[in-house]
């Protein structure tokens, strides 16, 4: 995707109706322009800045440590290059996406592709912040995105321990080893967002994907249309805008081709007429689970996977969005979507994952901006997000903006999840807080 691509489906998501223009932020899951053999910085920046919404950045961490410098490369480029245009609008930075996912047995078992042991990314994270010392950025806050159930995994505490924020990646309708029908969403949901809370030790934990499927395979229970969807929104996702940053999978999912699970909110072309009701009216914030101890506001994202994210080696180009809605009222944000040629995303909390590099990037509503693959080498490799934008909107008030973002994947390829790698462009949406 290019500077115009992101422009549009920023523009597509802060149109979307019910949301009051309300996506100003978007997640990325890679620094670096997909096609690119120079480190460019993706043009995702260049887009948002054009279109005034704030970034959650992603840096791809399962290439490998020459991948990873290339990484820091393009992200000091583009703070050179933009200037404060750009870091002003910087939300936060993850390092990797569903990497410890990856490589547990139930990421093994779905052929998830490549990840990174958690010594790798707690060191990553050291890494950056050492690069970063001296810039602009300095002060970002940095943290990982990966499914709850690597979270509450004692195993991976060398991540928790390096992060600002923790990423939490949950899917229901995946959890198909138990009673996930749709009458369970929202207590499946909260059971998973309190067992991840009880284990970071009081780490903020931003919601950087979940969602419904509107169409697609029954998984045990959980059936995919566009009421289910709905309801999920409306019970789990209207309670947290505006009081968690969260991540919604996905804007969209569909173009070209239907994913199975699909879950945007939009369909095949950048309609603003989104396939179920986003308003959040009705719905009170005090029946939210509780927040954790920060401020959160509303934003979508897209990626290309929903758990974990993986571009095949001969995708070209992939980045997820996520846009954040800023503002009063009842707000949605929508992301804009990764581009991959080839993409599939893990199941979190159940058997298999879903496919993409994050369901479906995210755009964000912020209420505070907090600037908070595989083979290595410089220019190429693969990434993912989580969240739509495969490989990550809410509806809420948010106090003030923050957001996160999908990441872009350049050429060189990440591994494909399920063994049968589809075609995503997917859109997260999500909600954020304060920080």
Not at 70 to 78: M, N, R, Y
Not at 90 to 117: F, K, M, W
Not at 134 to 151: M, N, P
Not at 246 to 256: F, G, N
């Amino acid at each position: 995707m290019y500077q115009a691509d992101y422009e549009a489906k920023f523009r597509n998501a802060k149109g979307l109706a019910g949301t009051n223009g309300a996506f100003t932020s978007a997640r990325i899951y890679t620094t670096i322009q997909g096609g690119s053999s120079t480190n460019e910085p993706t043009q995702a920046i260049p887009a948002a800045i054009s279109q005034d919404i704030s970034l959650l950045l992603g840096l791809w961490a399962s290439g490998g440590e020459g991948y990873f410098q290339a990484e820091i490369i393009a992200l000091k480029s583009a703070i050179t290059q933009y200037g404060s245009a750009f870091t002003s609008r910087v939300a936060g930075i993850s390092v990797g996406s569903e990497d410890l996912y990856r490589i547990s047995p139930t990421g093994i078992a779905a052929n998830s592709g490549y990840g990174a042991n958690p010594d790798v990314v707690a060191r990553y994270i050291g890494e950056l912040r050492s690069a970063l010392a001296g810039t602009a950025l300095s002060g970002a806050s940095i943290g990982h995105v990966d499914t709850w159930t690597a979270w509450v995994n004692s195993s991976n505490n060398a991540v928790i321990d390096a992060a600002d924020w923790i990423g939490f990646d949950g899917y229901p309708y995946f959890q198909n080893t138990q009673s996930n029908g749709i009458e369970n969403g929202k207590t499946l949901f909260d059971a998973a967002l309190a067992a991840t809370r009880a284990a970071v030790g009081g780490k903020p934990v931003w919601i950087t994907e979940t969602g419904w499927p509107v169409s697609g395979k029954t998984e045990n229970l959980a059936v995919p249309n566009t009421a289910n969807a709905e309801t999920y929104w409306k019970e789990v996702g209207c309670p947290l805008f505006g009081n968690v940053n969260t991540w919604w999978y996905t804007q969209q999912d569909s173009d070209p081709v239907t994913p199975n699970p699909s879950f945007g909110v939009i369909g095949s072309s950048l309609s603003t007429t989104p396939l179920y009701d986003l308003s959040c009216s009705a719905v009170s914030s005090s029946s939210s689970t509780p927040a954790a101890p920060s401020s959160t506001s509303s934003v979508i994202a897209s990626s290309a996977s929903s758990a974990s994210s993986a571009i095949s080696s001969s995708a070209s180009s992939a980045s997820s969005l996520i846009t954040s809605a800023i503002g009063g009222g009842s707000t949605t944000s929508a992301v804009a979507s990764s581009v991959v040629s080839s993409v599939s995303t893990a199941a979190t909390g159940g058997a298999i994952a879903s496919s993409g590099g994050g369901l479906g990037p995210v755009v964000t509503v912020p209420s505070v901006i907090n600037p908070s693959a595989i083979p290595t080498g410089t220019g190429s490799g693969s990434g993912s997000g989580s969240g739509l934008g495969g490989n990550s909107t809410s509806v809420s008030t948010p106090t003030s903006p923050v957001s996160t973002s999908p990441t872009e994947v350049p050429a060189g390829a990440a591994v494909a999840l399920s063994g049968s790698p589809m075609a995503a462009f997917a859109l997260l949406l999500a909600a954020i807080v304060a920080l």
